[in-house]
């Protein structure tokens, strides 16, 4: 017999378990899904490729804030396993990968 979790004791595994989904998302569905729901309203946006922001500014803030995030806890993933976002032990940083520029990039938000 195949035990089945009940749905509170599935949510008691992670207080981030709502943050569910299904397709990968962008910058804007990133912030407004997870981001802005762990982080709050204030913090500062990294994303790969941005040609708003200084060349290399992105790979200066990876190797400064998520250098190690593949041990950090996985708050969201989509379905195909290519988007997902990831929270620093210290719950101030996300490193996410988003959909943009045509493919799959990199995205870090560090509350202030």
């Known amino acids: 017999m195949k035990h089945v ?3 509170e004791s599935f949510l008691a595994e992670s207080h981030y378990a ?3 989904g299904n397709s990968n998302f962008t910058d ?3 912030r407004k899904n997870v981001v802005d729901k762990v982080l709050g309203k204030n913090y500062d946006a990294y994303i790969m490729f941005d040609d708003s922001a200084p060349k290399g500014e992105y790979d200066k803030m990876k190797a400064k804030y998520a250098s190690d995030a ?3 806890e996985v708050i969201w993933q989509s ?3 290519q ?3 990831r929270l620093s032990p210290d719950k101030k940083v996300i490193k996410a990968t ?3 520029k045509g ?6 938000y560090v509350k202030k």
């Open 98 to 100: 988003v959909f943009g």
């Open 70 to 72: 593949d041990k950090w």
């Open 103 to 108: 493919g799959i990039i990199g995205a870090i």
């Open 83 to 85: 988007g997902e976002a």
């Open 18 to 20: 709502f943050l569910g």
């Open 28 to 30: 804007d569905e990133m």
């Open 5 to 7: 979790h009940t749905y």
């Open 79 to 81: 379905q195909s396993y």
